[in-house]
């Protein structure tokens, strides 16, 4: 039912940062929970980082420590903040909304990093 709308990506060097945004119509405090997932090009979607609705986090460990999800309720404003990026990081990025067994997605985001 939400829609999401993912922005940000980019072209990055190796060691620098991005912060990407996603925009939701509703309210993400409905949802169990929001996250980011990535996919490379011949390789499987895999979950990034992603918050329950009670606030509770969850990261990749080959982002642990380097990522960082957030959220603004109030806006409906789901970011991944994205820090000493290396090129293993480029993929296209997408939001994501749970609930339940339900999922929705946006439209990814490509993020490329150089090295």
């Known amino acids: 039912q939400v829609q999401l709308v993912e922005s940000g990506g980019g072209l990055v060097q190796a060691g620098g940062s991005l912060t990407l945004s996603c925009a939701a119509s509703?309210?993400?405090?409905?949802?169990?929970?929001m996250g980011w997932y990535r996919q490379a090009p011949g390789k499987q979607r895999e979950l990034v980082a992603s918050?329950?609705?009670?606030?509770?986090?969850n990261y990749a460990n080959s982002v642990k420590g380097r990522f960082i999800i957030s959220r603004d309720n109030a806006k409906n404003m789901v970011y991944l903040q994205m820090n000493s990026l290396k090129p293993e990081d480029t993929a296209v990025y997408y939001c994501?909304?749970?609930?339940?067994?339900?999922?929705?997605w946006g439209q990814g985001t490509q993020v490329t990093v150089s090295s």
């Open positions: 918050m329950s609705s009670g606030g509770s986090t």
């Open positions: 509703g309210s993400i405090s409905s949802y169990n929970a």
């Open positions: 994501n909304a749970q609930f339940f067994g339900l999922n929705s």
